[in-house]
């Protein structure tokens, strides 16, 4: 447990540790690319994470819980375009209110996504408008509840007869892994925290 997370997750602190950084190598061939948002914002001095619950209606990883985003357009210049433009589209949520901090490093999920997160503080509050195609609901944590890793574990997932190892992160009857985890565990990285005993690398796969 942080002893002092208001200061430790400061929006000084973040932008000190964030920024954006040069163009990732490129997807394998066949690999779909796709940009996410990594929202935060402030609350009562603390730094907090939203996610998104999709719905049981989209295409792939049905009722995950995710960071909005998704599929890169032919007309997207770049992945931050992406991730903004498909985080309006799925909350409602204006480009221009979001300060993106920086950019964390792309990941290969085993359903063939090739997924570049970037973190953006957004404002609080604000009135969210969910697209009830893509998302059954909003959910905010506390950035400091990601640094116990009394909630995180690992485990074996078998997709489509391969098989890998997945990280988890628990609360309550929330669960949030795979792709979700991997982005979340880069980020926590950035910041000089390693929940996962031995994965100092966010090396857990899904």
Request: aromatic fraction near 10%.
């Amino acid at each position: 447990m942080l002893k002092n997370p208001m200061s430790r997750f400061s929006l000084n602190f973040l932008k000190e540790r964030l920024s954006l950084e040069p163009p990732l190598p490129a997807p394998e061939e066949g690999m779909v690319s796709a940009g996410v948002l990594l929202p935060l914002f402030l609350k009562n001095g603390m730094s907090h994470v939203l996610f998104t619950q999709r719905t049981l209606t989209v295409k792939d990883h049905k009722g995950q819980i995710s960071f909005p985003g998704g599929v890169q357009h032919p007309e997207d210049p770049d992945l931050l375009t992406t991730a903004l433009r498909e985080t309006q589209e799925e909350i409602g949520l204006e480009p221009q209110v979001v300060e993106v901090l920086g950019s964390l490093k792309s990941i290969a999920t085993i359903t063939g996504y090739w997924v570049t997160g970037y973190v953006g503080v957004i404002p609080h509050p604000y009135e969210f408008h969910l697209n009830p195609r893509e998302v059954a609901r909003l959910l905010f944590f506390p950035l400091e509840g990601f640094c116990e890793s009394q909630r995180w574990s690992t485990g074996n997932y078998t997709y489509q007869g391969r098989h890998t190892r997945v990280c988890y992160w628990t609360h309550d009857k929330t669960v949030i892994w795979g792709a979700t985890a991997r982005i979340l565990l880069h980020f926590l990285a950035r910041l000089g925290e390693h929940p996962v005993p031995g994965d100092r690398e966010a090396t857990c796969l899904d």
